[in-house]
């Protein structure tokens, strides 16, 4: 969450004193309340915002109102301040509830916390109106792809105001169809002679007779500013104003009203003119008066499109044309160096109050970039913490484009957050400059750069387990790392959020998504982390976790308990949900294999005594309802479900074998696809594997038994690479439909390796082609062990752990189709 919050952000603007209620477009909103969303487009000027604002009050709702600027491109920063403002028009804890989500860039956990946000808005019975202001400075897609989200699944009492110059990238011509939008645009923001004779009126500008003000209407076509332009010049004035086209108004602005201002007022305006937010005391400052405050109200009092923002503590900004207008007046009256030097000046003033993101934003828009690029890196532990990364990859992509040479820590930590993020284009361009640097400068074995060439080499790493690419190549990164020795540095206390609400680690970018490896593989990188300098690390703890969820997969459950405790034991000892929850919901699965359904239930219930952030009470309830279904108890699991309700896959899946329990198949088989499509969208494996099984005992209990089998061997195909076992036998609906699949296995399906279905059929007969199916390492192994070596004796050999040798031979034993040392050595006599 970001650091610095500005009230004045998620306030809504005052009224002008003189403002004149529009009855026939607040008639226009009434009639249209029903829509999920109101559009209102024009440019500038037509009073987009004080009309809302104005209906907003005469209507006396709840109002959610957010002022967004440039610096609002960041989805963390944009839905932290739509939450604050959400909170605070509700008087809800709704902020302190969703904060946990607001932590990182990752698509998914964003697409959480917004289905997580309609939920909380959900339980809200006040309605609500959601203002958000000058949208056209949006230009992130993850923002928009968000805000779609957000519109198609606003619940009733909700209503989303949006203001903006142009057209949204919203697919704003569905919402028309589905009648969800209600569009005003400039025509109807136009004032009506009625209209323009009540604000001349409230001007004190009476005297103008009916001809006069037809006139007036005629040439601005009823444009707001134009209107206020013309009351502020002098009468002998308006036809000089007619005669200036709309796109000429900032100087006309200038020349004819602010002109003849007196100079310290023009003075305090253009000295002023770079702020987004007038604060009366930072102004003294860069005005070096002490009568800002006068100087502001005055502005606001004549109606100089000044803005009161804030009424206590006031804080005021400059309408959009004004500040136009003065900074393009600043460009003539100030020589370069002048604004240059004012720049520097007003950036440091901002910084110095701690808005350093808006400090930063001021710098890099007049390419001050000397003076940015310390910042960033300054607050570059800041920004992480906060989630803010999308702030600082758009900063660096700002830079690089101005062809800055950026730092190296900027770049790695670029990297870092790209492959977070799954941006391959962004992060493939940064490590390419890096390398091309190393080629060029050698920074990676200067020594002052040791340490970020260690993480540098460590987010490789990740990138590659992240992507389920060849660990061996993680592993000779690995050893490069640990022969280095430990590089302390101010990222070392940062953690990596591993996971921020996922219900198993297997869904992870650090669970490869599902993409299981083989036990060789995993084994060498778990004892680099557990048995070197890297048994302290975050990471450890949660390659304990994957390695739980990964031999419960492959039915080594000896094993299984061992990495589970150890799992569970760091992640108490970091406080870290995003390890501890997945392992409690793998302890329960594991108990009721076991037929301890009580002690799975006593778990869960002791659990939420303990946990408080809502998103994972969620998936221990979700987790109980499991265990009723397995019990056969669908009114209780029902009663969880419907209180817990969500379109996460985890719920999704559970209500899924509720239907299923409920003899409501057809219905369960509808759910499951959605399931299954977004979850091969989102390439997780796991998912579509669960999906694809429970698809098949739908479809099979409906006598579509060819349909069944079709389905179930491509989740076959899927699994068998992987090795996915229990996901099959967990599911006891799945027996017959096994059953049937395995008489027809050798007559249709010869891709699948045979020795895989070992896993899936206990006491199944030795196959000749088993040894064959061995990885090298396990063909050493077993030949060790028909040699008769001692487990110690052949891990000395072979450079291997006891420990490790133990997850082998329960391997090797499967594939074989034994469950002792003697059997295995006497099918190899044999």
């Known amino acids: 969450m970001p650091q610095t919050l500005l009230s004045s952000k998620i306030t809504m603007p005052d009224h002008s004193p003189t403002l004149i209620e529009r009855t026939q477009l607040f008639d226009l909103f009434d009639q249209h309340i029903h829509v999920k969303l109101t559009i209102l487009r024009s440019p500038a000027g037509y009073g987009k915002t004080s009309t809302l604002s104005s209906w907003l009050k005469y209507k006396k709702e709840a109002t959610a109102w957010v002022s ?11 839905w932290t301040y ?36 309609l939920e909380e808005m959900n339980t809200m019975e006040q ?21 779609t989200q957000f519109v198609e699944y606003l619940p009733c009492h909700g209503h989303i105001y949006v203001s903006t110059r142009s057209v949204p990238s919203l697919p704003v011509a569905k919402w028309r169809v589905k009648q969800w939008t209600h569009e005003i645009h400039s025509g109807h923001l136009r004032f009506t002679l009625q209209e323009v004779k009540r604000f001349f009126s409230s001007k004190h500008l009476a005297t103008l007779n009916h001809q006069q003000l037809q006139t007036i209407l005629d040439k601005t076509e009823g444009w707001a500013a134009g209107l206020l332009l013309t009351s502020l010049a002098n009468e002998h004035e308006i036809d000089a104003f007619e005669e200036t086209a709309q796109p000429f108004i900032s100087e006309f602005l200038w020349q004819e009203i602010i002109h003849k201002l007196p100079s310290e007022t023009q003075e305090f305006l253009l000295r002023t003119s770079l702020l987004h937010e007038l604060d009366p005391a930072i102004c003294d400052q860069l005005t070096k008066q002490k009568n800002s405050l006068e100087q502001l109200e005055n502005l606001e009092a004549k109606g100089l499109f000044t803005i009161r923002l804030r009424s206590k503590q006031p804080i005021f900004r400059y309408h959009h044309l004004l500040a136009e207008a003065l900074q393009m007046e600043l460009t003539r009256q100030f020589s370069k160096q002048e604004i240059h030097n004012l720049v520097l000046e007003t950036s440091q003033f901002i910084y110095n109050q701690g808005d350093y993101i808006s400090a930063i934003e001021l710098a890099l828009e007049h390419g001050q970039y000397d003076q940015a690029a310390p910042w960033i890196t300054d607050h570059l532990v800041q920004l992480y913490l906060s989630g803010q990364t999308a702030t ?48 060029t400068e050698q920074w990676m074995e200067q020594e002052e750069h040791a340490a970020m060439t260690y993480i540098y080499e460590s987010a490789k790493a990740l990138a590659i387990v992240a992507s389920g690419g060849d660990l061996q190549l993680v592993e000779e990164i690995m050893r490069k790392q640990l022969a280095k020795g430990p590089m302390p540095s101010r990222w070392d206390l940062v953690p990596i959020p591993y996971n921020i609400f996922e219900y198993k680690l297997l869904r992870t970018s650090i669970g490869s998504k599902g993409k299981l490896q083989t036990l060789e593989q995993g084994t060498v990188i778990s004892e680099l982390f557990r048995e070197t300098s890297l048994q302290t690390a975050n990471v450890t703890a949660f390659t304990y976790g994957v390695s739980a969820e ?7 459950l000896t094993f299984t308990h061992k990495e589970l405790e150890m799992a569970l034991k760091l992640g108490h000892q970091l406080q870290d949900p995003g390890l501890l929850i997945p392992m409690y919901l793998l302890k329960a699965k594991i108990y009721i294999q076991q037929n301890q359904m009580g002690s799975a239930l006593a778990m869960l219930t002791q659990l939420l005594e303990d946990v408080t952030e809502k998103h994972w009470r969620t998936s221990i309830h979700i987790m109980q309802a499991y265990c009723h279904i397995m019990a056969g108890d669908s009114q ?7 209180s817990t309700k969500t379109t996460q896959p985890f719920w999704l899946l559970v209500h899924a074998r509720l239907l ?4 409501m198949p057809n219905e369960a088989l509808t759910s499951l696809i959605q399931v299954k499509m977004k979850a091969q969208q989102e390439e997780q494996i796991s998912t579509i594997i669960e999906a694809s099984i429970l698809e098949a005992i739908c479809q099979y209990c409906l006598g579509q038994q060819e349909l069944a089998l079709e389905t179930l061997h491509e989740a076959f195909e899927l699994a068998a690479p992987f090795y996915y076992v229990r996901t099959f036998l967990d599911e006891k609906d799945l027996e017959p439909l096994l059953e049937i699949y395995f008489e027809q296995l050798a007559q249709r399906w010869e891709t699948l390796p045979t020795v895989y279905f070992n896993y899936l059929k206990e006491g199944t007969s030795f196959n000749a082609r088993a040894p064959e199916m061995l990885t090298q390492r396990e063909k050493d192994i077993y030949d060790l062990l028909v040699d008769g070596k001692t487990n110690r004796e052949i891990a000395k050999l072979l450079h291997l752990s006891e420990g490790t040798v133990r997850v082998y031979l329960s391997t090797i034993y499967s594939k074989l189709g034994v469950n002792s040392r003697a059997k295995a050595i006497a099918l190899k006599i044999q």
């Open 68 to 78: 967004l600027d440039a610096a609002d491109n960041d989805p963390i920063r944009y």
């Open 82 to 117: 739509v939450l604050h403002a959400i909170a605070r028009a509700s008087q809800s804890q709704i902020d302190q509830i969703l904060a946990p989500l607001l932590n990182s860039q990752d698509p998914a956990t964003l697409e959480f916390f917004i289905y997580s946000l």
């Open 127 to 147: 309605p609500i109106a959601i203002v958000l202001d000058d949208y056209h400075v949006i230009e992130n897609p993850v923002i928009h792809q968000l805000m």
């Open 392 to 439: 600082f990859i758009r900063w660096l992509h700002q830079l690089r484009r101005a062809q800055y040479t950026v730092s190296y820590e900027m770049l790695i930590i670029g990297f870092l957050t790209s492959i977070s993020t799954m941006a391959v284009e962004t992060a493939s361009s940064l490590m390419q400059e890096l390398e091309v640097r190393q080629l």
């Open 550 to 556: 990964s031999l419960y997969e492959r039915n080594l």
């Open 636 to 642: 209780q699991a029902d009663l969880i479900l419907q």
């Open 660 to 663: 299923l329990l409920k003899e």
